[in-house]
Structure formats: structure tokens, C-alpha cells
């Protein structure tokens, strides 16, 4: 939603795919069909739910099974590059 009270921050990029259904939610990850790193080092995003957690520096909660070190290195390399 666009918000004429802040500053514009980075672009939303889309995540592919549709959405999954809200009568069969997919094991674990909800995201997890249409993540490009759910097979990144070893992570159970199809077996567990990632739980919701503040991190630091940050200044909403993230729910993932990617490191916290990772996922800056993930976005320079991969998200940044591409807004």
C-alpha cells in the first residue's frame, strides 16, 4: 500500500508463483513453494514452521529458517541487484 506519510524505501519485489490455499496449507514453511532458498544449506523449510522472532538491527520480526548472517549476504547479492 503506498504511504504518502514516509519516504519511499526499496522496491517489493514479487515472489513467484501463487499463493498457497488457505484450506491445505503447505508443511512447514507457509512460503516454502514459492521460496528460492528452501533448499539452501540444509533448512526444514518443508518440515518446520519458522518461529517469529525480533532481530537485531531490525526493526520488524522475520520468520525464516535462513541464518540471520545469511540473509544479508543473500540480499546484496541476489534482491539488491534487481531494484
Known sequence: MPRLDRTVRDRLLPIQGLPPSLIQVP??????????????????CTTEVPELLQQPGDDHP????LAPATRPELFARDIRPNL
Do not use: K, L, Q
Open 27 to 44: 508443511s512447514g514453511c507457509p512460503f516454502h513453494p514459492r521460496c528460492p532458498y528452501r533448499e539452501y544449506d540444509g533448512i526444514p
Open 62 to 65: 522475520v520468520a525464516c529458517h
